[in-house]
């Protein structure tokens, strides 16, 4: 079984806009990148390149975003979120 590795890292932001077929929400709330399970079925390998590190190693990493509830109380505070719907 491969070992899967975890890494905290600051986020620019965990809110991201959605288009395509998740239509019915805003947004799109990504509180780490990466995978930790790599299902074959899985739609996000596509958008990532075998051929570099982490296309390579999909499916046994996981950046967690270690400041996505800061960034989140912020785009409340700020309004970002009012009469949105996030997913």
Do not use: H
Not at 27 to 45: I, V, W
Not at 64 to 76: G, Y
């Amino acid at each position: 079984m491969s070992r899967m590795t975890a890494w905290e890292k600051p986020a620019r932001t965990i809110l991201n806009p959605v288009n395509g077929f998740i239509g019915e929400y805003d947004y799109t709330l990504n509180p780490y990148s990466g995978c930790a399970f790599c299902c074959g079925y899985c739609y996000a390998t596509a958008f990532t390149q075998k051929n570099t590190p982490a296309g390579a190693s999909w499916g046994r990493w996981v950046d967690v975003k270690a400041n996505a509830p800061l960034l989140a109380q912020q785009a409340v505070a700020r309004g970002e979120l009012d009469g949105k719907t996030v997913s």
